[in-house]
């Protein structure tokens, strides 16, 4: 298991020092520090055995977190949790940086203490160790806030308290894609995924029971057969479902449940949380196609034509649209001339960056570009990196719609109905490229 | 008000005014007091002076106080183990708290101190946590009785906790028995007899339930846990399988890794007919390319995962290169093992846009990166034939860039297929040798060298060439002067005329001015064999290379398996087992796969199922410290066999008195040249009786011809039953038996192919080695679909005559390799001679006649036909059927006389008179031919044509 856990600076000091097993000493903070972060060169791997002590680290902006052990851990296990580690201090906290870590150390001690112990990980959702490691003290508790904290921190239900109340029951549903692309300068389509997240903010009071839908084929077609109802109705949502390749949830969600239904039950954990991941690779919506031509004129110039074209409903809009279109590291001049927004060539990024605000669906957009190049005699030609595109559409290129999210709390007099549900759908551009 | 303060206190005196502080009255200075000194203990100083002062800050409610003192209290009880005593009345007062936060802090705590004298004095306070009411208390004591283990064990067994640890699994709170199954894996592992872990079906049972209910990491601690565990029979492991499928779709890695691990495992026992199995097969692959989303660490230790379970069952991922390519903004260590898998994964299907991804990344900036993708596209065309043409001129290309280390790469590479595709590429040499002085790494001058000296007959100006190395020979490394040698002496050997200087010099460099004794014995060895016998050195020094293997860099199964036990782990990552990585007696044990009931495995290897609790197999993988004891072992047990090193030689006995007669019969073919039998290396018993028996051989093989019934066809190409080439027991599985034919001028080879192993069969290939009449595959063996176990199919494979040629005993002998996912497997045939016999085979008269007379008597051969009741005519009809054509028939005092001629595919004529008495049934046949080593076998020929 762990034996340790480090964390420094950017310098190698070192800002937390926390050994869980007597066989990692005191010389195994500096072997890190001498190895790794003072090392000349880059980091060739995550994992690094120093006189047969291993060591696993992630960094977050400037600072590094170390596990170390001298066992077979499971490395996978480590590296979640050192991640887990970074989401708890960043809820605690904010942004993990020295001085935050300065200022909140003897917290830090006190919550490795809780959620690493002998090297082992314990319980480590913020809902509930907020309700005990407080910096506060927990001198005021009564006997029964102590077991129900206990409870909770042990229980099947470890990342929600009982109690929870809400004025309002509210919840808010963002469906989080990003939609990859590699284009062909004939426009075929050499790959495309979309990876989705699934992200709910809860305001729910109790211990809500509640079952996500959305269309999955899978779902759609079972429902499709079995069903004696409006075969119409079967037919036309059908149509609408879609394959996902493979999803993954949060602990909250009953997995055997999903594995042998393909229903999503649990009970939310309070506030902000990703309830599933998902990637799909059928049927994708690719909300923007880009069309290049690049002329060579002679050595010493380059003509390029750019047209973007919008492929989704025209009453839709997308926004933060930019196109960067790589230039020939021997550029010496560069003129542009686009019809909707603005276009810039950035010399030290070797690229024409051209940004529009906003675009609605069904349009589209020209740019071209006169490109000067200096002689060289570099026998080696470029190698046209491909045009890349960034945007944000309001819908779901997998396609994906939300059904249903039904809450169901029978101990407290709220329905389904009394809860008010937002659901918002934004899809983002992950690698978008298109070879020319 | 902020704590980072604490950090910036660099007074002189500064011990002095803490001491003063701690021992202030006002709480809030004392608190403030600790902090400075647990922010002057994390950056290095040294505190434990003020140890008193902090342990009488101990007794106090103020919980965050206390937890400070605590943390202050493991650091420094060691190195004050007297002072460390103070402590003990608190933390048994802290025991009875009425706050189980309070009751939990202190068990966690005291376990934390290593001082033996305290932890006798907390046996009784943990015996009263282990029981305690609260879950949050019970769950901390489980993992307090490991700590105290690693104190002393000794204490902990006599305390009997460990059996209050084991009745924790059965505890109604999931939390608690994820961490009593943490806690008592790990004691397990320093204890590997004790039965401690004893896992039954119905504690699976309860872990299973757990299993649904508990944190994420408890989930990934029973995983592990069920891991080690060998199910009863298929129903068993197939029921635990369906009850870890779900957590595939966790969202936390390691849980996802843990399951993997669980099902490749038990996936094992299943038997591969059966429908869940092929199901398994499919859920395991979209939740390993998830991963690959995952932050980069997570991505590097799911990748050097999935490079084991590609190795493992190649099946489940070969659909999936896409997601292998590599993504300009990866981390390297994330690309590197992309690199890998994407090789792995390399299949005629896929290797065009393959082939497109590495040339784009040889032109990337990471050093390594380029160079492992230039050595990629070279495995790729050793892995793949069919691309290895492209495979080469992508290299050409590249080796145009003049990128220094992109060339050396490419040079080291392609030394590599001309070991896979010897004289099929050569010309390319003249480029290489172009590059041959930017070349300034050991790999790629000895890469080079060896061109040189392997082709150094085409080259004009090799000697040049490598007497320019000679210049710094000292300076070199061994690697390039082992090379060197080698290469100056096959190059005297070709061209002795010119190169006797040369090879004087680098004899006398290597021999006389060198230290190092590998070189020297190598020049003496050199040198004696040149002096007495240069027929025979260069016997030695030319002799026929083995072709390179595809996967030379695949893990050893033995490894494989034991790694696979280990996915997820730190020994998964390094790809080696945990004994190379971890002190102690801990994770020394051996793991290995369940094999499916009722397996042949099993018969074989009577210790496994125990592996959990029994003592550890014995250790068939080479660990660091055990080299000798390997080296040992190489004679007797092949590498390959799974089984510990006593049975393998136990076994081949035992194979050999059973299959007696079949080994004797095939036994001879496997001599030989001796570099094969050295490749084939897994039958030591039988090799010497196999080379002692090759005369006998031919005899057996007469007899089985006469055996075989009279099927054949009536006036064609008799074709002779198919016969055992090659057994399943010397093969992994693998079966061949077939026969030759000629078909429409055709030679071909018809195999049956039966795979009697447990596993699927793929990738197969075929290879000749060189032979008397340079018979060659003249396409790949065509077997298109993977050969599942028990299936047999039959390949047609047609052969040319325009391979190398090299005489071989007898004659007709031909050494065949035959490869498959498995291995490469080895045996020789012998085929009937009438396979060369051409078609236009017919001569004229008048040349006939002054041919007979050309060919010296000494070369007549005499033979009697016995039995055969045909008369003249007929059997003149059958022959030609066989390409033996009747050129002129004679009756003489009733003896009929027929002349006739055999062209073989090298051109060589065989004349032959046969004479036929009316009523006898014997013929008596008189053979010529220039080359008189063959009548023996056109004899045969006549033999099997006529009594069939």
């Not at chain 2, 008597?857 to 009697?864: K, R």
Request: charged content about 25%; proline content about 5%; aromatic content about 8%.
């Amino acid at each position: 298991m762990i034996g340790g856990l480090f964390i420094y600076n950017h310098k190698g000091e070192v800002l937390i020092s926390r050994v869980y097993r007597d066989d990692i000493g005191r010389n195994a903070v500096d072997a890190f520090r001498v190895n790794v972060i003072h090392a000349r060169q880059q980091v060739r791997s995550p994992v690094t055995n120093i006189a047969r002590t291993s060591f696993f680290h992630v960094k977050r902006s400037n600072i590094w977190l170390a596990a170390v052990t001298k066992q077979n851990v499971n490395a996978a296990m480590v590296f979640e949790f050192l991640y887990k580690m970074c989401d708890v201090m960043t809820a605690y906290f904010g942004k993990i940086s020295e001085e935050n870590i300065k200022n909140n150390f003897v917290l830090i001690y006190e919550l490795l203490d809780e959620i690493l112990d002998f090297g082992y990980p314990q319980n480590s959702e913020t809902g509930a160790l907020k309700t005990f490691i407080t910096q506060q003290g927990i001198k005021g508790q009564t006997k029964e806030e102590q077991s129900q904290i206990t409870s909770q921190v042990t229980g099947q239900i470890g990342w929600r308290r009982e109690g929870i109340k809400y004025r309002r029951n509210e919840l808010f549903l963002d469906v989080l894609e990003s939609v990859n692309l590699l284009m062909s300068p004939q426009g075929q389509v050499l790959s495309a995924h979309v990876s989705g997240r699934v992200v709910m903010k809860s305001y729910l009071s109790g211990m809500p029971e509640c079952k996500f839908g959305m269309n999955d084929k899978i779902v759609i077609d079972k429902q499709g057969k079995g069903g004696t109802t409006d075969e119409a109705a079967g037919k036309s949502s059908g149509k609408q479902s879609i394959a996902i390749d493979d999803c993954t949830f949060h602990q909250c969600v009953r997995l055997s449940k999903f594995d042998s239904e393909r229903s999503i039950s649990f009970i939310p954990p309070d506030g902000e949380y990703e309830l599933m991941r998902y990637r799909t690779t059928k049927d994708i919506i690719l909300p923007f196609r880009v069309i290049p031509l690049v002329r060579e004129v002679g050595r010493t110039k380059l003509e390029v034509k750019v047209v973007i074209k919008s492929n989704f409903k025209p009453s839709l809009l997308a926004q933060k649209i930019e196109v960067r279109i790589p230039t020939p590291l021997n550029t010496s001049g560069v003129q542009v001339i686009c019809m909707k927004g603005k276009a810039k060539y950035k010399a030290s990024e070797n690229a024409i960056v051209w940004k529009i605000k906003r675009m609605a669906g069904m349009k589209e957009s020209q740019i071209s570009a006169e490109i000067e190049l200096l002689p060289t005699n570099d026998k080696k030609k470029w190698a046209r990196p491909p045009i890349s595109m960034n945007f944000e559409v309001p819908f779901a290129p997998s396609g994906l719609k939300v059904r249903y999210l039904k809450v169901f709390e029978s101990k407290l007099n709220y329905s389904d109905h009394d809860v008010i549900k937002w659901v918002r759908y934004i899809g983002r551009s992950g690698i978008y490229e298109t070879r020319c | 008000m902020t704590d980072s303060k604490y950090f910036t206190t660099t007074k002189k005196g500064e011990i002095f005014e803490l001491k003063a502080e701690l021992n202030s009255d006002k709480k809030e200075k004392k608190k403030e007091a600790v902090k400075k000194v647990i922010a002057s203990m994390t950056v290095g100083k040294d505190v434990s002076a003020l140890f008193p002062d902090v342990v009488n800050c101990m007794q106090t409610d103020n919980l965050e106080l206390k937890k400070l003192v605590y943390l202050y209290l493991m650091n420094y009880a060691k190195s004050q183990p007297d002072m460390a005593i103070m402590a003990v009345n608190t933390f048994v007062k802290d025991c009875e708290d009425p706050n189980p936060l309070i009751r939990a802090l202190a068990v966690r705590t005291m376990g934390c101190i290593r001082v033996d004298k305290i932890t006798e004095y907390l046996c009784e306070p943990l015996r009263k946590c282990l029981k305690d009411e609260d879950p949050y208390v019970r769950k901390t004591a489980a993992v307090c009785v490991a700590k105290l283990h690693d104190i002393n064990a000794q204490l902990v067994e006599d305390q009997g906790f460990l059996d209050t640890l084991k009745d924790l699994i059965s505890d109604s709170n999931p939390m608690v028995v994820a961490n009593a199954v943490a806690a008592l894996s790990e004691i397990a592992e320093s204890h590997p007899n004790s039965n401690l872990l004893d896992l039954n079906p119905q504690t699976i049972n309860k872990l299973l339930t757990a299993l649904n209910e508990c944190t994420e990491w408890g989930q990934i601690f029973i995983l592990d846990c069920l891991a080690n565990y060998t199910p009863r029979d298929d129903r068993e492991s197939q029921s635990i399988c369906e009850r870890v499928t779900p957590r595939l779709s966790h969202a936390n890695s390691a849980v996802v890794l843990s399951a993997v691990k669980v099902l490749m495992k038990f996936m094992e026992m299943l038997p591969k007919d059966l429908d869940y199995y092929g199901t398994l097969l499919k859920k395991l692959a979209p939740p390993l390319v998830t991963l690959l989303s995952a932050e980069p660490e997570l991505q590097y230790v799911a990748l050097r995962n999935i490079n084991l379970i590609v190795q493992k069952r190649p099946e489940i991922l070969k659909h999936e290169m896409k997601v292998f390519f590599v993504k300009y903004n990866d981390p390297i260590y994330v690309k590197l093992e992309k690199l890998d898998i994407m090789i792995r994964l390399a299949s005629q299907a896929n290797i065009a846009q393959v082939l497109a991804e590495l040339k784009e990344y040889a032109t990337e900036v990471d050093v390594d990166f380029v160079r492992k993708a230039v050595r990629a596209i070279g495995r790729c065309a050793i892995k793949v034939e069919q691309s290895a043409e492209r495979c080469v001129s992508t290299l050409l290309d590249l080796i145009q860039t003049k990128v220094n280390y992109v060339v050396q790469e490419a040079i080291v590479v392609i030394k590599d297929i001309f070991r896979k595709y010897p004289n099929k590429y050569e010309s390319v040499i003249a480029t290489l040798c172009e590059n041959l002085d930017s070349l300034d790494e050991p790999e790629a001058r000895a890469a080079m060298i060896w061109i040189v000296g392997e082709y150094a007959e085409r080259i004009d100006n090799a000697d040049e060439l490598l007497e320019s190395f000679l210049e710094g020979f000292h300076d070199e490394s061994t690697q390039v002067q082992l090379q060197l040698l080698t290469a100056i002496v096959k190059l005297f050997l070709k061209k002795p005329t010119e190169t006797q200087e040369l090879v004087q010099q680098v004899l006398s460099l290597a021999t006389q001015d060198s230290d190092n004794p590998d070189l020297r014995d190598r020049g003496y060895i050199y040198w004696r064999l040149l002096s007495t016998d240069p027929v025979a050195a260069k016997e030695v020094v030319l002799a026929e290379k083995p072709l390179i293997s595809e996967e030379t860099d695949l893990i050893e199964p033995t490894l494989l398996e034991e790694l696979i036990c280990h996915i997820g782990t730190l020994a998964s990552v390094y790809h080696k087992p945990p004994s190379a990585f971890v002190e102690g007696s801990r994770g020394v044990q051996h793991r290995r796969i369940p094999p499916r009931a009722g397996s042949v495995e099993s018969a074989e290897s009577p210790d496994v199922g125990q592996s959990g609790s029994s003592e550890a197999p014995p250790a068939v993988i080479p660990s660091q410290g055990d080299l000798l004891g390997d080296l040992l072992n190489l004679d007797l047990a092949p590498p390959t066999s799974t089984v510990p090193s006593v049975q393998p030689s136990m076994q081949m006995g035992a194979m050999d008195l059973l299959g007696g007669g079949l080994d004797s019969l095939l036994g001879g073919d496997i001599g030989g040249s001796p570099s094969m039998g050295a490749g084939l290396g897994a039958a030591p018993t039988v090799m010497p009786a196999a080379l002692g028996g090759a005369p006998a051989v031919g005899g057996g093989l007469g007899d089985l011809f006469d055996l075989g019934g009279g099927v054949g066809m009536p006036t064609g190409f008799y074709v002779v039953p198919k016969t055992m080439w090659l057994p399943a027991m010397k093969a992994k599985g693998l079966e061949i038996s077939g026969t030759f034919a000629r078909r429409g001028g055709i030679i071909q080879m018809d195999m049956s192919l039966t795979n009697k192993a447990m596993s699927v069969m793929t990738d197969f290939a075929i290879q000749f080695n060189r032979n008397s009449f340079g018979m060659a595959p003249a396409g790949p063996l065509q077997v298109l679909t993977p050969l599942s176990p028990n299936q047999t199919i039959d390949v047609s494979l047609p052969l040319s005559t325009n391979g190398p040629v090299m005489k071989m005993e007898p004659l007709n002998n031909l050494q065949v390799a035959v490869k498959n996912n498995i291995d490469v497997f080895y045996f020789s045939c012998q085929f009937p001679l009438s396979l060369l016999f051409v078609e236009d085979g017919k001569m004229e008269r008048q040349v006939f006649l002054a041919t007979w007379k050309d060919i010296p008597n000494d070369n007549e051969a005499q033979f009697q036909i016995k039995d055969v009741h045909l008369n003249s005519d007929a059997a003149s009809n059958k022959l030609q059927g066989s390409n033996i054509f009747t050129i002129a028939k004679r009756t003489v005092e009733g003896q009929d006389m027929l002349y006739q001629s055999i062209k073989l595919t090298n051109s060589i004529w065989v004349l032959a008179e046969m004479r036929v008495q009316t009523g006898n049934p014997n013929y008596t046949l008189s053979i010529k031919c220039r080359a008189p080593e063959v009548c023996q076998f056109v004899y045969q020929c006549y033999e099997m044509v006529l009594k069939n």
